[in-house]
């Protein structure tokens, strides 16, 4: 299975401030992507990390407010930014191998004052 | 709109073998069942996956009715660490299909 590390696990922040989430993964993944669990509620997904490319957002996300970057085949960042408390989530990062196999990070849970 | 149903929640006694309903009945030729887990506060945890043939792992079992409409993940002995929302998910492998989650079963398991 995949070793996935996030950072930061856990945050609290001002509304109107951004954060910038990191995924790390032990090994080159053929696809990333981010997905976004607000409170109570199941996993959406926000878009789909591309190397080398731009990301391809779902509908209701947009680059502005979630800018992805995916640098190699092993790191991804998602940046929240202009955030409101509407925003307060865990967000995961996930990773699909070759093997067609999908695994999931632990989460970044985020606090929105 | 998700292409899954499954009930809300369930219960099952400890040692006993939890059996978790899911129908898919517009699911197309090329699109797998997949059982993904989520317990409290961690990321979800891939279980099994099939086609059309009944699958075993080391967690659990899939169980794929003839005209593929509907499948059931058996836990055989279910242990309290089973608690957890189970997901059902029927996506194209091996492309870019996505994985898209419904609201999965929260299962309790009881001593």
């Known amino acids: 299975s995949a070793v996935i590390s996030q950072k930061p696990s856990r945050d609290i922040c001002q509304r109107g401030t951004s954060l910038t989430i990191q995924c790390q993964v032990d090994s080159q993944v053929t696809m990333m992507f981010w997905y976004r669990q607000q409170p109570g509620q199941s996993l959406t997904l926000i878009a789909t990390?591309?190397?080398?490319?731009?990301?391809?957002?779902e509908s209701g996300f947009v680059i502005d407010k979630f800018p992805i970057s995916r640098p190699n085949l092993t790191f991804s960042t998602l940046t929240v930014s202009n955030m409101s408390p509407e925003d307060s989530s865990i967000y995961l990062c996930s990773v699909r191998y070759s093997t067609d196999t999908q695994y999931f990070g632990p989460g970044t849970r985020l606090t929105v004052l | 709109d998700a292409k899954t149903t499954q009930p809300p929640s369930m219960d099952c006694a400890e040692g006993r073998a939890a059996n978790l309903p899911c129908n898919h009945s517009t699911i197309s030729g090329n699109e797998y069942v997949y059982w993904y887990r989520q317990i409290h506060s961690q990321g979800p945890q891939y279980i099994i996956h099939g086609l059309k043939n009944n699958e075993t792992n080391e967690m659990a079992s899939l169980i794929i009715t003839e005209d593929r409409k509907s499948s059931t993940l058996i836990l055989p002995h279910a242990t309290l660490r089973d608690t957890a929302v189970y997901y059902c998910?029927?996506?194209?492998?091996?492309?870019?299909?996505?994985?898209?989650f419904g609201t999965g079963t929260r299962l309790q398991v009881f001593p």
């Open positions: 998910i029927v996506r194209v492998a091996y492309n870019t299909d996505k994985l898209i």
């Open positions: 990390a591309n190397q080398g490319s731009e990301a391809t957002y």
